[in-house]
């Protein structure tokens, strides 16, 4: 936990000094926010953030507003490493259609968003599984829990049935992650192979009850 100085207050950057710029304004307003970390402990860096907007900052809360936007960087960041180096590689894709590669990012998107909020919850969110998995999903993910429990009597799943993290910590074991509490906990490239095999078994789970002729 940081405890934290907060201020806030109307700047001006100035125009650069270059003649091919004399078209536009002298100066654009905007707000600073400023986010300094106090009594840090011995040893750490503190926290220091400046932030430059363009949103009316008049009081405290628009501040805190501001700061919690801000906060949010880190996921967006984490989103975008899903979709690209860190899991499905749209950099490399050969796809030469802008049309087709919309299409192409709206279906990484959502497996991307999915793996984030496997991310997210890997620490014990109570929210149900449904945010992320149909009802038919869940319930291969039951079956899948149950033979994970089987195998190792050393290891259960801790959290809440149907919640979130519970499907998780099931995703994470699919994905290569041991599942002690030891260890290191999964990060989304292990979600995504979690997922990808998951997808698999699910479609199987779907069809276990029809009759082939």
């Not at 109570?126 to 899948?144: G, H, T």
């Not at 919640?163 to 992650?177: F, P």
Request: proline share 6%; aromatic share 8%.
């Amino acid at each position: 936990m940081a405890q934290l100085e907060l201020r806030f207050g109307a700047v001006a950057l100035a125009r650069p000094q270059s003649r091919f710029l004399r078209h536009l304004p002298k100066q654009l307003p905007l707000a600073l926010v400023d986010v300094c970390e106090v009594n840090a402990p011995a040893g750490a860096e503190p926290l220091r953030w400046r932030l430059l907007t363009s949103h009316e900052v008049t009081s405290t809360e628009d501040a805190w507003r501001i700061v919690g936007w801000y906060k949010q960087r880190w996921i967006i960041e984490q989103f975008f490493r899903v979709l690209k180096t860190h899991g499905f590689k749209l950099e490399d894709s050969q796809i030469g259609s802008a049309d087709r590669l919309l299409k192409l990012v709206a279906i990484a998107a959502k497996a991307a968003v999915i793996t984030m909020q496997l991310l997210q919850a890997r620490n014990g969110s109570q929210q149900s599984a449904l945010i992320a998995f149909n009802a038919s999903e869940i319930a291969a993910l039951n079956a899948l829990n149950r033979q994970i429990a089987a195998a190792s009597k050393r290891l259960r799943n801790p959290y809440p049935p149907d919640s979130i993290a519970w499907a998780a910590w099931i995703i994470g074991r699919l994905g290569g992650w041991d599942g002690y509490p030891s260890s290191k906990p999964p990060g989304p490239i292990t979600f995504r192979h979690g997922l990808e095999h998951f997808h698999t078994i699910a479609t199987g789970w779907q069809l276990r009850d029809v009759c082939m002729p």
